[in-house]
């Protein structure tokens, strides 16, 4: 066990941790030159392609350092706030971790939760300035600022460059000589962390733990202990490039575990592996089911293809158990599901999964968060809103209230003001204000989370210019003035379209709509009428105009081949709308209260 240095790497997103790990990969010869491969480690092909960490991975490298041979687990971990509860679990499964700095965009909101975070597991920090080949490199003042942070000596922290190499054999060294050997007994019942696990369609479900206490062997007859399922361990072994078997992972030691499980809700990150007939006593504290934020309905394009998208659905959620979905049905959509997402890029993904490996074309409906609402009969009894449908009527209700976080953004000074007044339109609340230099300022708000999951993001970045950087918790429920606006075309309500907002906002996004979706709906043959209401009340309206002339008549008696790809056209575009009634409706459509500005 002295030997073994369990690791991980944290930091803002971006700032270079993938790129970092590459290069201690290639430097400890974990991979050869044949098998380099940028950010090897985030192997799905979306995670490429987006140049983001979606999972946790583990890896194993053996380095000899003064004469002596050492094991060291890097864990990379997820750094997009969707996913911080594998941060967590990842965190717990270390003893040490790089604090990954941009040297030129220095500390940004993550580094600091993922610092607390690390610190709350009293986790020894070794601060890495990165990316100092860059022209735009401020090394002198990051070093200050992370000096600042941590309290550290400016000797410390070590410069790097994922691009170039350099600084990699400092890191190595500063694993091992700084970061404690784990501690545990060999000798205990067996006591193992889960931190991650992911889906192999050959072999099931891959769990990988972190073992505290014990050992786990194979063959071994083990329990979960949140599931409380027994199973028997088939293979364990450590994390190489590839998977190497071996009859046991002891105390100290990071491995997986294979025990011919077929579906990924079976796992639960932060559950706690023990013996099933010696159990441990102990269970490691912390663990949470991850709960889902936002919530959206997703129907098939085509009508006829909703057994299609169920076993779709199905298959994503063996290898994605983070995706909630139950069945619905929209008067204008028909039959569908409604799913639950960590975060809004957990939704895009998901649809794009959807698209990509299954062949699905889908809509997608306004996301919404989950509501907390009591009505005057049984004041007592929460019902739980996650569709807007659900909203019981205005005159029964008894009171509603929403999912409010803690915000922590980080800006440079002269942006409080702009900032300030975006978290205020977004019925923030400042809690605190930090100066953590002249020029760099922590804000913290108590705000509604449905505020803050559809384009806050994008907003805090233009009013920032770019300098400000982002975080959240949950922080619970609090009373609120929910309605529910309703959009109806010709006439008809469009419950697909509906929304639930603030009653503050209600009637400017209730007229906003209405002129978006003016614009969104492909004009017909007749004047189509757009109108928002809350209950019966009307309170916007706007009208779609008459087509005058058809679409083709300008290529009459022109060139026929000219003629057919207009209409080639028009069905490509029709793929993702769907018949309301007599009016078609695209998917930006649905969208259009996302994007009001
Ligand atoms: P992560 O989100 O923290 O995993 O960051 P990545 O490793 O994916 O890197 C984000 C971007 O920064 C990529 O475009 C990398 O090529 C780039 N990058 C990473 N490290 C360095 C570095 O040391 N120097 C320079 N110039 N670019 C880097
Ligand atoms: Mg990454």
Excluded: W
Aim: net charge negative; charged share 25%.
């Amino acid at each position: 066990m002295k030997n073994i240095r369990n690791f991980c790497i944290i930091a803002h997103i971006d700032h270079g941790k993938s790129t970092l790990a590459d290069r201690l990969l290639e430097f400890t010869n974990t991979i050869t030159d044949r098998e380099k491969q940028d950010q090897l480690l985030d192997n799905m092909d979306l995670e490429r392609e987006r140049g983001i960490t979606i999972k946790s991975h583990a890896i194993q490298m053996d380095y000899e350092f003064e004469g002596e041979q050492y094991v060291l687990n890097l864990i990379d971990t997820p750094g997009h706030v969707d996913f911080s509860y594998e941060v967590s679990r990842s965190i717990a499964s270390c003893e040490g971790a790089l604090l990954i700095v941009d040297a030129a965009q220095s500390i940004q909101a993550q580094t600091i939760s993922n610092l607390y975070l690390a610190l709350d597991n009293d986790l020894e920090i070794i601060p890495v300035l990165n990316k100092i080949d860059l022209p735009s490199a401020n090394p002198d003042e990051v070093t200050d600022d992370i000096v600042g942070l941590l309290g550290c000596d400016p000797e410390e922290v070590i410069h790097a460059s994922g691009k170039t190499g350099f600084g990699v054999e400092n890191i190595l060294k500063a694993i091992i000589e700084r970061v404690p050997a784990p501690k545990g007994n060999p000798d205990g019942p067996l006591q193992a962390l889960i931190f991650d696990s992911v889906y192999n369609s050959y072999r099931g479900v891959e769990t990988y733990f972190r073992v505290i206490n014990g050992e786990i062997k194979k063959g071994q007859k083990i329990k979960f202990v949140a599931t409380d399922k027994e199973y028997f361990a088939d293979e364990v072994g450590t994390l190489k490039l590839t998977q190497v078997p071996k009859k046991s992972i002891k105390a100290g030691d990071v491995g997986y575990l294979i025990t011919g499980i077929k579906t990924a809700s079976e796992v639960k990150v932060g559950d706690t592996i023990t013996d099933a007939l010696n159990p441990t006593q102990e269970i490691i504290e912390g663990f949470e089911d991850v709960k889902p934020m936002v919530f959206a309905g997703i129907y098939p394009v085509d009508t006829d293809e909703y057994e299609e998208l169920r076993a779709s659905m199905e298959k994503l959620q063996l290898n994605d158990a983070s995706l909630v979905f139950v069945p619905e049905s929209s008067a204008a959509l028909g039959f569908g599901f409604r799913c639950g997402f960590l975060g809004m890029l957990h939704l895009e993904i998901i649809q794009e999964r959807l698209e990509r490996e299954f062949d699905m074309t889908v809509i997608t409906t306004v996301p919404n968060v989950s509501y907390h609402a009591y009505t005057n009969k049984y004041p007592d009894n929460m019902i739980l809103v996650n569709n807007p449908t659900d909203l019981p009527e205005p005159s029964t209700l008894n009171r509603v209230e929403e999912p409010f976080i803690k915000a922590s953004i980080i800006t440079k000074s002269d942006f409080v003001g702009p900032v300030m007044s975006l978290c205020i339109e977004k019925r923030g609340e400042i809690t605190n204000q930090t100066y953590l230099t002249t020029e760099r300022v922590e804000l913290s708000f108590d705000m509604p989370l449905s505020e803050i999951v559809f384009d806050f993001y994008d907003r805090l970045k233009t009013v920032s210019k770019g300098y400000a950087s982002f975080d959240y918790h949950p922080i619970g429920f609090r009373a609120s003035k929910l309605v529910r606006v309703d959009i109806l075309l010709n006439g008809q309500p469009v419950d697909a379209l509906s929304a639930l907002l603030h009653d503050s906002t209600a009637y400017g996004i209730g007229k906003k709509m209405c002129e978006k979706l003016r614009k969104l709906i492909p004009r017909q043959q007749f004047d189509i009428p757009i109108q928002a209401a809350i209950g019966a009340k009307i309170i916007a309206r706007e009208t779609i105009k008459a087509l005058r002339k058809d679409v083709t008549a300008k290529c009459y008696g022109g060139d026929i081949s000219r003629k057919r790809k207009l209409l080639e056209k028009q069905k490509k575009g029709k793929k993702r709308m769907r018949l309301v009634g007599n009016v078609e409706i695209p998917q930006q459509a649905f969208m259009a209260v996302l994007k009001l500005n």
